[in-house]
């Protein structure tokens, strides 16, 4: 059976091909697409999340807007926004044009979304947050009632080691670490792919090469994404190579054995001068205290670029229409 989800993003180039990935692959039922405030504002995202849709033929998901700042933010804190990476509309490099995509905005907000999926799928539903992690949160304070209903967090943010917006923090947690805090507190299973897991998964001018091989409309358009990351990340970290960060997550639900997993404490560094927004993870078990999360270690990339370029094959796919009458 496939696996029922709720995207939870911030679209984002990576969070683009995570969408694609869910969509396309039949281990994954893609049930619903919210939206949050962080590689751009939430109405960027959000639009972000549609045009993707439009392009890739992806329709009957309803996308839904969320948070638009941080679980513990006011008017004098507002959201962290990845633009250096990202660009202006957080989706820089394909020309989308200014028309309204013809996917539609659904008219709840995500935190009623998320609701409404949860009540009214018949089995537990797994969560992908591959942003900042404000609604999850935000839903887990309003709805503890529905928890039996989640069956599991798999989240993209942290890492074991050092971060990429601080030394010590990683972008999607430092933007709301009261959030992260709830979320690995919460008592669910989480499953943690944080950059010392997606670091190893570059697109490789030889996968770039492979994609725009595929010859389609959304293959040109997955080749101008990562040419445009690939420039961003050159220019701000020196990478020659960008990762591609969020469709690990969704390759973890299609093939667990694409990343091994190791039990750890992982705690949400919330005061440090030098390094709020820092995953403490505990890899030793030398602060004793108990696991809460599976966080990944190792990848096979060959395996996870085999997924992600075929579900870009797929969904560039014409779709198979009426038979043709006399």
Not at 235 to 240: A, I, Q, R, S
Not at 279 to 292: F, I, K, S, W
Request: aromatic share 4%; hydrophobic share 40%; charged share 20%.
């Amino acid at each position: 059976m496939p696996v029922p989800v709720i995207l939870d993003c911030d679209p984002g180039h990576d969070d683009a091909f995570n969408i694609l990935l869910a969509a396309a692959h039949p281990a994954v039922e893609l049930l619903a697409l919210t939206t949050v405030a962080g590689n751009q504002t939430v109405e960027k995202t959000t639009l972000n999340a549609r045009r993707v849709c439009e392009v890739a033929g992806i329709r009957g998901v309803p996308i839904a807007a969320g948070r638009d700042r941080p679980l513990r933010g006011g008017p004098d804190r507002e959201p962290r926004v990845a633009a250096d990476i990202h660009g202006g509309s957080g989706l820089d490099g394909p020309g989308f044009g200014e028309g309204e995509p013809d996917v539609p905005q659904d008219p709840r907000d995500a935190l009623t979304l998320i609701r409404d999926t949860l009540l009214t799928h018949p089995a537990p539903v797994t969560l992908v947050p591959t942003g900042p992690l404000s609604n999850i949160a935000t839903f887990l304070l309003a709805h503890p009632e529905l928890t039996p209903r989640i069956e599991r967090i798999v989240l993209m943010g942290g890492s074991t080691g050092r971060g990429n917006t601080t030394p010590a923090a990683e972008f999607n947690i430092l933007c709301d670490p009261e959030a992260a805090d709830i979320v690995f507190s919460s008592g669910l299973p989480i499953t943690m792919i944080g950059l010392n897991a997606t670091h190893q998964a570059r697109a490789t001018p030889e996968v770039v090469a492979r994609i725009a091989a595929l010859g389609t409309p959304l293959a040109r358009l997955c080749v101008q994404l990562l040419t445009y990351f690939a420039g961003t990340y050159r220019e701000v970290y020196g990478f020659d190579t960008p990762p591609l960060h969020d469709p690990l997550t969704v390759a973890h639900l299609i093939d667990p054995s694409l990343i091994s997993l190791v039990r750890a404490a992982v705690s949400v560094e919330l005061t440090g001068t030098h390094t709020r927004g820092a995953t403490v993870v505990d890899l030793h078990g030398v602060t004793g205290r108990p696991a809460n999360a599976d966080v990944g270690m190792e990848v096979d990339v060959p395996g996870f670029w085999e997924l992600v370029i075929d579900a870009v094959r797929v969904l560039g796919e014409p779709a198979e229409g009426p038979p043709d009458t006399p």
